[in-house]
Structures are given as structure tokens and as C-alpha cells.
């Protein structure tokens, strides 16, 4: 591409064109306003497929509505006060907006044997109840299976209230005012000496929603005042600083547009793109300003040494956001949609950033500078000797000045031999200082075997460090200690039998097939198996709902909770459960009485542990299954339990095809496999390391922590690119790849270090961020960056010093 002033719209016309383009997208920065946050349950769950299964089902049964579930402690609440007090808070709740229905021990109710049929009485009569009655009601509480963990606590210390709610709850301020009016309902009752715990989804959006804005809003800034720092000590020009947060504004509102436009709302994973976004774009104008920094001294005037700062940095940074964008779309193999739509964001945001910087940044940057810099140029065309070079550490001061006569000669002379002084003669101040990077190239090819030999054993602790990776996508991990929601499901956790859900089918394979003798001892025996499995608290099935009416009928006489005799007492029982609509029907058997379904309930534990428990359970129902009967655990385990495996599988996946997009396009663009897979290695090491180390000090990785090592490496890799797209220019010109590699450094350098400086000051704020994914995956981008900029200022010119010029 010919960017010169001539020819190229945006700095010929720059005033018209910027405005052309601003016009254009116009459109783009008003839907940035519309950009929202999502709270959405879904959203959070959608890293645990366990939990998003078990809210899929929950919600399915409830027919959408809201249900509010509160765990009661405190005192004796196998009382006549206790139940009184319960009995009270139960009917005020019952007075709240669109409350359609609440159960607890005195607003449920039994099947109790009448003659030759059932009918439906409380757990709790109404009423002063005799001791004898209340510990009763209590051994029957505990003992009942239908009953233990889901009403009442195994310890007989907690109570479960569950408040089911008819209201419009479309925006946050009505889910907002819901959990004000529950809390304030039961705040009345804390004097008494209650302790509550609530865990409604609309609750956990609220504070979501809540958390995710004010942490954006002290990440942001955060960032922008570390970004603003490094960009001072890197430019030390307040002209420059405020072009490049203009640019980023622009920017910044356009992606948000984009996102609009996609339907792509803030949730706790895209959060990440518009930091990483601005990074970017911090990164990319970093090379940018100061390779015309650099430029600027030895030009005749801003369009030549646009000319040349476009001659320096179009070509590396055209492939590095070619690079990013492939990294970038990687994560669309990942298996959770949120991820998806990340990468998705992620890959048109960089396409837009590198757009805007070299077509209407371009036009900007020409205002910015027009006609101040005629007072700066005007001494040197006078002098037939312009003074560059002149600085301390100059590399220049040894070497005959160029003829005059050919200036052509003299430019070539300045740039390829020229070292600028820290701050720039013609009054642009730089920041950046060179002889540092002449005397780091001195001592990399002075150690060049130590330092490659470095590398091949970091290299080789870097691949030993995939081994201390591991994994945990439990919904409970992407919300801090300290949030109410997670203290709430560690209390259920911990006080009911666990969070975690799994359904089996059994399907029989004819209609009212659930009813055979054959089949329910079946089942059975598959619940007393599942029980018996380490960390399952309960198994409910359609055996079970049979066994208690079996108990009910012969009047909770001892022995008598087990399955009917008779295929005729059986129907009755079936018969009576479809004709009362009991709550649990619905959920272990279906209209057809075709298919069963087991329903295991267990603790909050390691996907791995939970993978194995639920295969031995259908293995067994495998092994001992009746003639006929099919076992289908497609929702309990091959689609949805497998999230743990599908985490690693897609970190596997966009990993390896983001090194091998970004070899196979280096390698095409280079014309070299070997500078190819150089590239690539001296980026793969570092983030090896760190991903190593994040699993020695326990950092798991799971659906956002999984996307560092794409993003990482396809930003990191930038750095390699830049270098070596300049270190080949100079080979042709040298010949001698070790001053190759000096004068890469010598240009290369400062902008690796600024652009680094720049991303670390960006992800470093995200140890702000109240959600663990969100602290863990900033910190370990933070690390990577640094130790890839090491890697790139040290390994690669050690790699590329001894490689001998081809001949022509």
C-alpha cells in the first residue's frame, strides 16, 4: 500500500475525510449509549453446565416462575414457638406482590390414609401441638427421604421456606425491588433471633449487575490512570497523550456499538474485551507514535515523517492484528457461548481499532501536528550537517558525515546509523532513551549461548507446567468470599446435602412401563447404589414417592417405607399421585408413564470427582437393567457433565489452532518456517510458566480463566512480529545479523517496552475486579506480558544474532 500524502485521502483532505468519517459512524457511537449490562442467570451459569442444567429443569417445572428459596436458623425449631413464629412470617410473605404460592413445614401438606383413599393434611395442625406431637413430627421430618434436605436439615437446625412469585421482573429495578421486599420481611423476624439465608436467581443477577458496574468503573480507571503513566514515561508529550486517548475514546465507542449492534451485552465474560480492546489499541499506538517520534528529527516536515513512521510500523502491525484477529476467533471452538461471543467481539474490535488508527487516526494525527513544526524543521534544512546523533551514547559520533550534496544519502545515513538523543532536538520530547537498548544488544550476543540455553530449559519447564494446570467451573468459584449469593449456596451446600443435580433417564420403552414390579425393584436398587456413593446426599425416583405411599397405607408401621407387593396396590398408589397432582411427580416421571427419571443430588465438588461418581451410578443401572429398558444419561452426563473435560478440550483446541494459525501465517508472510515457529516459541514459554504457575498456587482454570492463553499469545506475539519484520529489513541492508539485531533494538525497543508497559498497566487493575475469574485471568495476562517482553528483548535477539545472511 502507498501511503504517501498524495495519494492517500485521509492526509491530503485531513479536516474532510475525519469528518466524512465521523459522520459515518455516527451511527455506531449512539448505539454505544444503548450498550447494557446483563445479569442474566443464564449468563452466570453458562461456565457450569452441572448448575445451568439444574436451572433449566428447576425452571421448566416451575413453568418460569420466580421461586425464592430461604433457609431459616436459630433456636429450637422443632417448637411451639418455632412453628407459630414460621407459621406467621410464611403468611406475610404470603402478602407480597404477586406471590403465588409458599411452602414450609406449616403451609405443606401429606397424603394421609382415609378408609380406602388418601387425603391431604398439614405437616404442622395449626394450634398449641403436645410435645409428643411436635417430636413426631420432627423423627418424621428427619427420617422421610422425601422430606430430609428438602424441607429440613439432616440436623433438624435449618428450615427451608420457598416463596413462588408471579411478577414482571424484565428490568434489574423490578428484581431489585422483589429482594427488597423479601429481605425487609424477613428483617421484621432477626429480633426474634432467626438467622436467614436467601438464594433466588433474580437476587444473584441484582448483585451481578450491581458488583459487575462498580467494578468496571474501578477497573477502567484504574487502568486508564496506569495506562496514562506509562504513556508519559514513555512520550513525555502531553500533544501526543491526548491524540492517543482521543483515538481511544473513538474507539472505545465504536466497539461498544458493535456490540449493541450484535446483541452483545456487558456479562461477566465480555466485560474483558473492552480493557483488552483498549489495551490493544494503547498498544498498537504506541508503535505508531513512537516510530514518528523517532521519524519526526530527521524529516523535512509531518507528511515525510508520517512517511516514514508508516514505512516502520505498517507492515508489523498489519500482521500483528491479522495475528490477534485469528487468536481471537479461536475461542469460537470454545463450548460456552459467552466465550463465543467474546472471541466474536474480540476479532471485529481489532479489525475496527486497526481501521480507524490507519484510516481517519490518520487524519487526526495530520491536525494534530499541521504547522507547529515549521520553527523545528527550518534549522536543520539550513545547516548542510544537521547535529543528530550528537547525544551521549550516540552510535553515530565516530562516523564520517554524508555528503550534503545527496540527501537521499544523508536520510539513509541518519536512519539506519543515527541514535536519538533522549529527548528529541526539534522539540518533540521522546521519553525514550536508546543507548540502554545498544548496550542490551551488546550483551545479548555476548551471551547468546547462556541465554538460548536458558531458554531450551525454560522451554522445557514451561511443557512440565501443562501438568500442575487444573480445572474447577463450579458457579459457587466466579463469586468472591464475601458475596452473599456464594455464602448462601456454601450454607445450602454444606447444611442440605449439596448444590449439585444430575438427572438419569430410564425409559421403558412402553407406555405406563414405570409401573411394573419388575421395574420399580429395579430402580430401587439403583437409588440404594447411588446413595451409597461418596458425597451423594440424596436419590430421589418414582420407587421412592411408592415406597411412602406404601408406608402411608399401612400407617407408618415399621418396615412398612418400601415398595407395594401387588401390581394392583401399585396402580392405586399411581392412581392417587396423579389425581392429588403431587409436587413431585412431575419431576421423576412422565405424563405417559414411559420414562422414569433418577434424580442424584450430591455436594459441590471437583467436576473430575463428580464425573466419577455419576458414571459408576450408570454403569450400574447398566449392568442390571431389565429386558427392555434403555438408561440415557445424555442430559445428566454426556452433555452437560462433561464441562470440566469440554474446558480443557477447547483450551487444547484454541491454543494449538492459535499457534498453529499464527506459524502458518508468519511463516507465508516471512517467506521462513524457522522465523515462523521462533516467533511463536520465545511467546510460548513465558505464558507455559505462568500457566504453570498459576496451577502450583492453585488458580484454576475455567470458561474465562481458559481464554488467556489464546489472548495472550496472539497479543504477545506482536512484540515478536514487530521485531522481526524489522530485523529482516535491516538484514537486507547489513547483511550482519548481529548490527541487525542492534539496529532492531535500537528502533524496536522503546516501542516493545511502552506497548508491554501499556498492557500490564491495563490487566494489572483487574485485581479489582470482586469476581475470582475475572482477578486471576488480569493478573496472569499481567505476568505473561511481562515475562513475554523478557522473552522477546532477550531470547529472540539471542536466536536471530548467529543467523548467517542468505546469499543471492
Keep these: 500500500m502507498n501511503w504517501r500524502a498524495g495519494q ?24 454505544s449509549q444503548q450498550l447494557t449490562v446483563q445479569p442474566d442467570a443464564r449468563v452466570l451459569l453458562e461456565g457450569d453446565q452441572r448448575n445451568l442444567a439444574a436451572f433449566e429443569k428447576v425452571q421448566t417445572i416451575l413453568n418460569q416462575h420466580t421461586v425464592v428459596v430461604i433457609s431459616m436458623a436459630g433456636g429450637n425449631l422443632f417448637s411451639q414457638r418455632c412453628f407459630d413464629d414460621l407459621r406467621e412470617l410464611c403468611n406475610h410473605l404470603s402478602t407480597l406482590p404477586g406471590l403465588l404460592d409458599v411452602k414450609s413445614l406449616t403451609h405443606s401438606v401429606k397424603p394421609v390414609r382415609q378408609g380406602f383413599s388418601f387425603e391431604m393434611v398439614k405437616f404442622v395442625p395449626e394450634g398449641p401441638l403436645p410435645e409428643e406431637e411436635i417430636q413426631r413430627i420432627r423423627q418424621y421430618c428427619l427420617a422421610h427421604p422425601l422430606v ?16 413462588t412469585f408471579q411478577r414482571a421482573l424484565d428490568s434489574i429495578g423490578e428484581k431489585r425491588r422483589l429482594r427488597e421486599d423479601v429481605e425487609a420481611a424477613l428483617k421484621a423476624f432477626e429480633p426474634r433471633g432467626y438467622r436467614f439465608q436467601t438464594i ?18 474501578r477497573v477502567c480507571a484504574g487502568a486508564l490512570a496506569t495506562s496514562l503513566l506509562m504513556l508519559w514515561l514513555s512520550f513525555r508529550s502531553w500533544r501526543i497523550i491526548a491524540l492517543i486517548l482521543l483515538n481511544l475514546a473513538i474507539t472505545q465507542a465504536g466497539v461498544a456499538g458493535l456490540a449493541q449492534s450484535l446483541g452483545i451485552s456487558v456479562t461477566i465474560y465480555t466485560a474483558i474485551a473492552f480493557p483488552l480492546l483498549g489495551g490493544m489499541h494503547l498498544a498498537l499506538m504506541a508503535h505508531l507514535f513512537t516510530a514518528f517520534q523517532q521519524a519526526l528529527p530527521e524529516s523535512a516536515g509531518v507528511d515525510a515523517a508520517m512517511d516514514e513512521m508508516l514505512r516502520r510500523v505498517f507492515k508489523s502491525c498489519a500482521f500483528a492484528t491479522f495475528i490477534s484477529i485469528i487468536g481471537e476467533l479461536s475461542l469460537l471452538l470454545c463450548a460456552v457461548n459467552q466465550v463465543q461471543r467474546f472471541g466474536l467481539i474480540g476479532a ?14 490518520l487524519a487526526l494525527h495530520k491536525l494534530a501536528w499541521a504547522g507547529t513544526l515549521r520553527r523545528h524543521i527550518e534549522p536543520y534544512r539550513s545547516s548542510p550537517h544537521p547535529p543528530f546523533g550528537q547525544g551521549e551514547g550516540s552510535m553515530a559520533s565516530d562516523k564520517p558525515a554524508p555528503s550534503p550534496t545527496n540527501e537521499a544519502m544523508a536520510v539513509t545515513y541518519r536512519r539506519r546509523h543515527t ?13 525514550v532513551s536508546q543507548p540502554q537498548f545498544a548496550r542490551l544488544a551488546e550483551w545479548v550476543v555476548a551471551r547468546r549461548r547462556w541465554i538460548l540455553g536458558l531458554g531450551v530449559i525454560a522451554l522445557l519447564f514451561a511443557l512440565l507446567g501443562a501438568g500442575f494446570i487444573r480445572t474447577d467451573i463450579r458457579v459457587s468459584e466466579f463469586l468472591d468470599q464475601s458475596s452473599p449469593t456464594r455464602q448462601a449456596l456454601a450454607e445450602m451446600n454444606a447444611v442440605y446435602g449439596g448444590v449439585n443435580i444430575v438427572q438419569i433417564e430410564l425409559d421403558t ?61 401399585v396402580g392405586l398408589f399411581a392412581g392417587a399421585l396423579r389425581a392429588r397432582n403431587y409436587p413431585f411427580l412431575t419431576a421423576l416421571v412422565d405424563a405417559e408413564g414411559r420414562r422414569a427419571f433418577l434424580v442424584v443430588r450430591s455436594q459441590d465438588m471437583p467436576s473430575g470427582q463428580y464425573l466419577d461418581v455419576v458414571e459408576r451410578i450408570v454403569a450400574h443401572a447398566e449392568a442390571s437393567r431389565p429386558a427392555g429398558v434403555t438408561v440415557t444419561a445424555q442430559e445428566g452426563l454426556h452433555s452437560i457433565l462433561e464441562a470440566d473435560r469440554r474446558i480443557l478440550r477447547a483450551q487444547a483446541q484454541t491454543a494449538v489452532l492459535t499457534l498453529g494459525a499464527i506459524a502458518l501465517v508468519l511463516a507465508v508472510l516471512w517467506r521462513s518456517v524457522w ?11 513465558p505464558i507455559g510458566l505462568v500457566l504453570g504457575a498459576a496451577g502450583l498456587a492453585d488458580v484454576p482454570l475455567n470458561s474465562v480463566t481458559v481464554m488467556l492463553a489464546a489472548i495472550v499469545l496472539s497479543i504477545a506475539v506482536d512484540d515478536a512480529v514487530h521485531f522481526l519484520t524489522h530485523w529482516r529489513d535491516e538484514m537486507r541492508t547489513t547483511g550482519d545479523a548481529s548490527q541487525a539485531v542492534a539496529n532492531t533494538l535500537r528502533v524496536k525497543g522503546p516501542p516493545i517496552v511502552s506497548t508491554s ?27 505473561a506480558f511481562a515475562a513475554a517482553t523478557v522473552s522477546v528483548l532477550t531470547l529472540l535477539p539471542a536466536a536471530v544474532a548467529g543467523i548467517k545472511p542468505r546469499r543471492n
Design 200 to 217: 433466588a436467581m433474580p437476587f444473584a443477577e441484582v448483585e451481578v449487575y450491581d458488583t459487575l458496574k462498580r467494578d468496571l468503573m
Design 509 to 569: 420403552g412402553r407406555t405406563n412401563g414405570v409401573n411394573d414390579l419388575t421395574f420399580l425393584r429395579w430402580l430401587d436398587g439403583v437409588s440404594r447404589f447411588a446413595l451409597d456413593q461418596p458425597g451423594v446426599s440424596g436419590a430421589y425416583s418414582y420407587a421412592q414417592l411408592l415406597a411412602m405411599m406404601n408406608q402411608i397405607w399401612e400407617q407408618e408401621r415399621a418396615g412398612s417405607l418400601r415398595l407395594p407387593d401387588s401390581a394392583f396396590t
Design 757 to 783: 508497559l501499556v498492557l500490564i498497566g491495563v490487566f494489572a487493575p483487574f485485581a479489582l475486579f470482586s469476581f475470582p475469574p475475572l482477578r486471576h485471568f488480569g493478573v496472569l495476562a499481567a505476568v
Design 148 to 163: 430430609r434436605n428438602v424441607m429440613v436439615s439432616a440436623d433438624g437446625k435449618h428450615l427451608l421456606i420457598t416463596a
Design 348 to 361: 471485529l474490535g481489532i479489525a475496527w481499532v486497526f481501521v480507524w488508527t490507519f484510516g481517519p487516526g
Design 419 to 431: 541514535a536519538l538523543p533522549s529527548h528529541s532536538q526539534g522539540g518533540v520530547p521522546s521519553g
Design 8 to 31: 492517500n485521502p485521509f492526509r491530503r483532505f485531513p479536516a474532510v475525510t475525519l469528518l466524512l468519517a465521523l459522520l459515518a459512524c455516527a451511527p455506531l457511537f449512539w448505539r
Design 675 to 685: 522465523l515462523a515457529l521462533l516467533a511463536v516459541m520465545v511467546n510460548v514459554i
